[in-house]
């Protein structure tokens, strides 16, 4: 029976599915559905305007809104120069992250919060198209449409009761429309004062998050809980019409002249504290008005020594007496990695009599913040003489309207030539294979001039001026600045090498009349150099003249 009962069962499975495939099959064919219909195929060019977003939803909007302006060029710019934008927005980030974190921490218990890593990734954002508003303001509106999914790799250490816990973010995509205000807009270089950063809408934010290693997206509810938060905070924060401000120059300065000079003489440092390991010091001064972008002028390294002496003089151009102050920092130079700070102070200018030499001796602090307790140590002194002298009317041209207006040249210039007035300021990260002993080489139609000669340094500072008289204005003519470094003793192996060199055209100082720029240097790796050029005419309207034909 048993063998019987099994050969009914194969029969039974088999007529069964044979029966259930016919009738299947049967039910296929016959029965079709009755309310579909078959799909409506229209060209595109006779679609409505409506329905082709639709459509293609990843259309740029310089397609699809005529105010928007293909900007396919400044997407190739930012290819090429994502890995240093990079760095510097990374930068900027943490420098705008620090003084946030350091105020909200303590409400929450946290003993800090700092980036372990923070990089944007290999993947640059892309710029869809932007649109440029007129107004009749001095202001500058775009509104780009930006779309990055990016790469980024982000690492935020936290510390709480004794424990340090990470989190990680990765693959971030951000969709936002920002409108961006450059205002207001100055005759002083970038030609604008702040920018300010808003957003038209709500930016769509998507990014994984690893906590201690482990997805924490991967938690139900969390991802969309955390994606509207942050869309929620960022709307708070920087939604039009509110808005990120970011300073670039203060917009009082930028629009003022010059008012005066401020003649600044180093004259020593006393009981400066030892930064090197053997017990010694390398220290040099470093002076600027706060609120100027103009570079710092430096004094001469003093090796090995904590009392030292310059008497080295520098003006500096003032434009507001009244509110900037004289900003003074003392480093330790270093052979290789970076200048240790051994102190700093300020001295308001409003506190200098006009036309009245003072000397000022100064306690060198940690920082400018007065509750800061490290300032109760003793760093130093440094003793100055400082004198202001306010222009008067008649030093300066009827027409002068900014710092590159200069003095006509003196009586015996050429007719149709003039002057070229060269300042050889300073130099960085210079880079001698077998000593770095710098002096630099002008060459200007077979005239030739020599600077001093810097002992020891990869910083150089010259501060060495020399003048060309020519018969004509050099709208063709090229400076050769070149930097050698002799050895310190009686090198016979290496007596001289070549640190790098630059030619400077000099056609826009014919024009402009002053520039004052930094030069990378030709032959080295991170070599630069400021040169100030200024050009001196007997007659301002004869030069231009001159030019035009």
């Known amino acids: 029976m048993g063998f019987v009962s099994t050969i009914l069962g194969f029969c ?64 190739k710019f930012i290819e090429y120069m994502w890995p240093y934008l990079d760095k510097a927005i990374c930068k900027t980030a943490r420098t705008i992250a620090k003084p946030i974190i350091a105020e909200q921490i303590p409400k929450y218990k946290i003993e800090s919060v700092d980036f372990e890593t923070l990089t944007l990734g290999s993947l640059p954002p892309n710029l869809q198209g932007m649109k440029v508003y007129n107004t ?17 790799n982000i690492i935020i250490a936290v510390k709480t009761f004794g424990l340090r816990a990470t989190a990680q973010v990765v693959d971030l995509q951000v969709f936002a429309n920002p409108r961006i205000t450059l205002k207001p807009l100055v005759p002083s270089f970038p030609c604008f004062a702040k920018i300010y950063v808003s957003l038209m809408e709500k930016p769509h934010v998507d990014f994984g998050l690893k906590l201690l290693g482990a ?16 869309k929620d905070q960022v709307a708070k924060m920087y939604l039009w019409p509110k808005a990120l401000e970011l300073t670039v120059m203060d917009p009082k300065l930028a629009a003022k002249r010059p008012v005066g000079m401020l003649h600044v003489k180093v004259l020593r440092a ?10 010694g010091a390398d220290p040099y001064v470093k002076l600027k008005l706060t609120g100027d972008k103009l570079p710092s002028k430096k004094t001469t390294v003093k090796h090995g020594d904590l009392n030292p002496e310059w008497n080295e003089e520098f003006t500096i151009v003032v434009k ?35 036309d009245d030499p003072k000397v000022v001796t100064l306690d060198l602090l940690k920082s400018m913040d007065p509750d800061d307790e490290r300032n109760e140590k003793s760093r130093g002194q440094l003793v100055l003489e400082l004198l202001y002298k306010p222009f008067k009317d008649s030093e300066l041209p009827k027409d002068f309207e900014d710092s590159n207006a200069v003095a006509n040249a003196p009586e015996g210039t050429p007719v149709g030539g003039g002057l070229l007035v060269v300042i050889v300021h300073q130099a960085q990260d210079l880079e ?40 004509e204005p050099p709208v063709n003519d ?10 310190s003793m009686l090198g016979l192996l290496h007596p001289k090498e070549n640190l790098g060199y630059v030619d400077i055209g000099l056609a826009d100082v014919v024009n402009n009349r002053r520039i004052n720029q930094s030069y990378h240097l030709i032959d080295s790796k991170n070599g630069r150099i400021q040169i100030e050029l200024i050009w001196r005419t007997a007659s301002l309207r004869h030069t231009r003249s001159l030019l035009s034909i």
């Open 136 to 152: 009749e303001e001095q202001e500058l509106i775009m509104e780009p449409s930006m779309k990055w999914a990016g790469n980024p």
């Open 270 to 279: 006393l009981k400066l504290k030892r930064k090197d390991l053997l017990g």
């Open 12 to 75: 039974g499975f088999g007529m069964g599915s044979f029966i259930g495939l016919v009738i299947g099959y049967y039910l296929f064919i016959y029965f079709q559905p009755t309310d579909v219909k078959d799909p409506v195929i229209t060209p595109l060019a006779e679609q409505d305007s409506g329905n082709i977003p639709r459509l293609l939803p990843e259309i740029p909007l310089w397609v699809k809104n005529p105010d928007y302006d293909r900007i396919d060029w400044l997407n």
């Open 215 to 230: 997805d924490a997206m991967a938690i139900p509810g969390l991802y969309r809980f955390v994606q509207e938060l942050i």
């Open 432 to 471: 001698g294979k077998h000593h770095n002993n710098p002096y630099v080489h002008l060459v200007l139609k077979g005239e030739e001039k020599k600077t001093k000669t810097v002992k020891k340094s990869r910083d150089p500072c010259w501060e060495d001026e020399f003048e060309f008289m020519l018969e």
């Open 478 to 487: 090229k400076l050769h600045v070149e930097v050698f470094s002799v050895s």
């Open 320 to 354: 507001d007496p009244e509110s900037q102050a004289l900003e003074v920092l003392v480093y330790d130079w270093e052979q290789a990695g970076k200048h240790d700070k051994m102190g700093m102070n300020l001295v308001p200018l409003k506190e200098l009599t006009p």
